[in-house]
């Protein structure tokens, strides 16, 4: 672990109020508790970890000194960690979090034994004695538009990384929303078709699932992960009204964990 990703870390402390919203595979609300959490160092070495939720009376309380592989974090605090393996019959997730001044906001998405999307929980926090401000549910309306960003991609074996040019146009016609994504890399085009929260993307046997949900936050998983077929995962947090943060894990066909990318788009 370097130094760096430990100083990213330490830029999630404080003393954060929030909520966890369990909702269902097609974005129903299924539970809501409150919560607090502790994160902080007294001597820059070790990191004590503390959350309470509501109805729970025994808090989580760890300690630690050092960060383990499944996690990695950016410059600004933003991070993803997750299983490294992909593998059929077991449980597989990922958990993202963004910090931004008085305001964290994380998601966990989670698949069961049989590869399917089982659920997300959104976690919304804000620091205690703050001005942070909750936004609303995300919408097609505010989706929409041409996104130009800057992205940057993290690999397990700490490659050297530059960051590059993203551009993305979504629009919407009736109920299918047109999207296309060029990078240095790739020009790419896809249709989905919106139902309410839902956007879901058909191409060939795979199918993802965009769910829009509260606080600006979307969750972008396969409806069912595929044995020996790439695919990712997504977290966005629309910071503001044309301001967008998007992390995404990538995995390989043998199910490898490859890469996470933080992207940071203004809308034009």
């Given at each position: 672990?370097?130094?760096?990703?430990?100083?990213?870390?330490?830029?999630?402390?404080?003393?954060?109020l929030?909520?966890?919203?369990?909702?269902?595979?097609?974005?129903?609300?299924?539970?809501?508790?409150s919560s607090?959490l502790?994160?902080?160092?007294d001597?820059?070495?070790?990191?004590k970890?503390?959350?309470?939720?509501?109805?729970?009376?025994?808090?989580?309380v760890?300690?630690?000194?050092?960060?383990?592989?499944n996690i990695?974090?950016?410059?600004?605090?933003?991070?993803?960690?997750?299983?490294?393996?992909?593998?059929?019959?077991?449980?597989?997730?990922?958990?993202?979090?963004?910090?931004r001044?008085?305001r964290?906001?994380?998601?966990?998405?989670?698949?069961?034994?049989?590869s399917?999307?089982?659920?997300?929980?959104?976690?919304?926090?804000?620091?205690?004695?703050?001005?942070?401000?909750?936004?609303?549910?995300?919408?097609?309306e505010q989706?929409?538009?041409?996104?130009?960003?800057?992205?940057?991609?993290?690999?397990?074996?700490?490659?050297n990384?530059?960051?590059?040019?993203?551009?993305?146009?979504?629009?919407?016609?009736?109920?299918?929303?047109?999207?296309?994504l060029?990078?240095?890399?790739?020009?790419?085009?896809?249709?989905?078709?919106i139902?309410?929260?839902?956007?879901?993307?058909?191409?060939?046997?795979?199918?993802?699932?965009?769910?829009?949900?509260?606080?600006?936050?979307?969750?972008?998983?396969?409806?069912?992960?595929?044995?020996?077929?790439?695919?990712?995962?997504?977290?966005?947090?629309?910071?503001?009204?044309?301001?967008?943060l998007?992390?995404i894990?990538?995995?390989?066909?043998?199910?490898?964990?490859?890469?996470?990318?933080?992207?940071?788009?203004?809308k034009?």
């Amino acid at each position: 672990m370097s130094s760096s990703q430990w100083s990213y870390l330490l830029k999630n402390s404080g003393v954060w109020l929030g909520s966890f919203s369990q909702f269902s595979p097609h974005g129903k609300l299924l539970k809501e508790t409150s919560s607090k959490l502790t994160l902080g160092s007294d001597d820059g070495k070790t990191i004590k970890f503390t959350l309470a939720r509501d109805g729970n009376p025994n808090p989580i309380v760890n300690e630690f000194s050092s960060l383990n592989r499944n996690i990695f974090l950016f410059e600004d605090g933003h991070f993803a960690k997750g299983s490294q393996q992909f593998s059929p019959f077991s449980v597989f997730g990922a958990e993202y979090g963004y910090v931004r001044c008085d305001r964290r906001c994380r998601l966990v998405q989670l698949f069961n034994k049989d590869s399917h999307f089982d659920s997300v929980t959104l976690i919304r926090e804000f620091r205690e004695g703050g001005e942070g401000i909750e936004r609303e549910h995300l919408t097609i309306e505010q989706l929409e538009g041409k996104w130009r960003g800057e992205a940057l991609t993290l690999y397990p074996d700490w490659r050297n990384s530059e960051p590059y040019q993203t551009q993305l146009t979504l629009k919407r016609e009736g109920n299918i929303l047109k999207q296309t994504l060029k990078t240095p890399f790739m020009n790419y085009s896809s249709e989905g078709t919106i139902n309410d929260n839902i956007i879901t993307f058909n191409q060939g046997n795979k199918e993802n699932r965009v769910l829009l949900l509260p606080d600006g936050a979307s969750s972008t998983t396969p409806v069912k992960i595929e044995n020996r077929q790439s695919f990712f995962l997504e977290f966005g947090w629309l910071v503001e009204t044309n301001m967008r943060l998007r992390l995404i894990r990538q995995y390989d066909d043998q199910g490898r964990w490859v890469s996470i990318t933080l992207v940071q788009e203004i809308k034009s």
